[in-house]
């Protein structure tokens, strides 16, 4: 394996965190790090430093795959030497190479952290001159520069480099509990479910099937929405329950003012959703509601739909037009181009858009909730999608 080439990877937020809590979360990356390169069967070597990581192999490959990873901030592949300015400054000239020319704008971006005998300053200015030597006449510009090189003189080595992989940021996996997703067919909820990912929970989804009260295309969508989000978590398991929600629909659309049919389906979703996360001990419900969005995601009804259930419910996407969700969406992978027939029978002509707990808790008085939740609960079966895979578990599993 070649250990002159690296991938340095940076990482977020750490320096608001107290020592513990930092030493904390390098381990988890360093463990969800390993999960993926592992997934992946690559041969490297991992290092860590003072909240930096050098990972050496296929350094193409691992890149790429760190950039994918929450928590990362962005990945670099670095040219590794000794932490000398003339070793630094013989590196950064093998590696400006041709990509510099005369009259180019040029920067050179130094940094120094418990190395002594030189400033940043003076790295600085050596790599500048040994690159000039080379390849005179470019136009130093710090501002607006066409082509700028990163030089690195740390205690462990030196690191030069000219590029920066944008990572998606938030928080390493694992870092912020555990939340049960209202994951759907359509296009918010996953968008949703990564977010939360992205900001360190473990996320687990709850799909209510509505049979002959959804269009044919739900359940394999939301199964598919759950396996995508599976590449977002390598090495991890990203399990889904299906819960059988036709018998709701039946009692509740013969018995109940069908006006609030969408208040009593989601109270109805959340609290079953609370259900199977008392059991699996989630320390909070997550949906992809989004204010204004349709009739049941008006204020007063989400206040009215935050009242079924006792645990937090997180909404990531509440504040985001339809424009920017289905961005991420396009980028995530859960965006489906032509996604076929989700769409629900039981909404009705005309939504509420106001309701109040009391009204609707006196509707709910008549059906059998704590039978229909009990029902719903246990006809729930389990999915476990794993590197983009997904497949039902075995009763004996
Ligand atoms: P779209 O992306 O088209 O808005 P949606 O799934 O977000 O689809 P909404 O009616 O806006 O549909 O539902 C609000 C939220 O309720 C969803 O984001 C999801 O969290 C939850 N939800 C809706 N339908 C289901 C379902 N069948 N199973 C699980 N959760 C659901
Ligand atoms: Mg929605």
Redo the contacts with the bound molecule.
């Keep these: 394996m070649e250990t002159d080439t690296a991938v340095m990877v940076r990482i977020g937020e750490l320096w608001l965190k107290s020592e513990p809590v930092k030493k904390q979360f390098m381990t988890v990356l360093m463990r969800n790090i390993r999960a993926a390169l592992d997934a992946k069967n690559l041969d490297y070597k991992l290092e860590e430093y003072r909240g930096r990581i050098l990972i050496y192999g296929d350094v193409e490959r691992i890149a790429a795959i760190a950039s994918r990873i929450f928590g990362v901030v962005d990945a670099s592949i670095c040219k590794t030497c000794g932490n000398s300015q003339e070793e630094i400054a013989a590196t950064a000239v093998c590696l400006v190479g041709r990509k510099l020319s005369s009259g180019m704008r040029f920067a050179v971006r130094a940094r120094r952290q418990h190395v002594k005998g030189f400033t940043s300053q003076e790295l600085a200015r050596t790599v500048a001159d040994a690159i000039w030597e080379r390849i005179p006449d470019f136009v130093v510009d710090l501002d607006n520069p066409e082509y700028e090189i990163f030089v690195e003189a740390r205690e462990y080595g030196g690191l030069v480099y000219d590029d920066r992989i944008v990572g998606q940021g938030g928080l390493p996996l694992g870092t912020s509990g555990r939340a049960m ?9 996953p968008v ?1 479910a990564w977010l939360m990912m992205r900001r360190g929970v473990v996320v687990s ?6 049979g002959r009260w ?1 269009g044919p295309a ?1 359940k394999d969508l ?1 199964l598919d929405n759950a396996r995508i989000l599976s590449t977002w978590c390598p090495g991890r398991d990203f399990t889904v329950r299906v ?1 059988n ?1 036709e018998p709701f629909f039946t009692a509740m659309t013969e018995t109940c003012d069908r006006h609030y049919t ?1 208040i009593f ?2 109270r109805f ?1 959340m609290r079953t ?1 609370g259900a199977l996360a008392e059991q699996g001990k989630y320390d909070a419900i ?5 204010l204004g ?2 009739a ?2 008006t204020i007063q009804n989400m206040r009215v739909i935050t009242a079924s259930e006792e645990r937090p419910i997180l909404r990531p ?1 509440l504040t985001y037009d ?1 424009e920017e ?1 289905i961005a991420i969406a396009r980028r995530i992978g859960t965006f489906h181009e032509s996604p076929g027939d ?1 769409g ?1 029978r039981a909404v009705p002509k005309k939504p509420a858009t106001r309701s109040s707990t009391d009204l609707i808790a006196a509707e709910e008085e008549k059906l059998d909730l704590v039978r229909l939740i009990e029902e719903a609960c246990a006809s729930a079966e389990t999915w476990i999608a794993c590197n983009g895979k997904i497949s039902k578990k075995q009763l004996n599993t």
Excluded: H
Aim: hydrophobic fraction near 45%; charged fraction near 10%.
């Design positions: 997703i209202l994951l759907s067919a359509g296009i918010d909820s949703a989804g709850v799909f209510m099937d509505g959804a739900t939301a819960v929600m969408c389906c989601k979703m959703a997550a949906s992809g509601e989004n969005q349709v049941s995601q996407i339809k969700t989700s629900c």
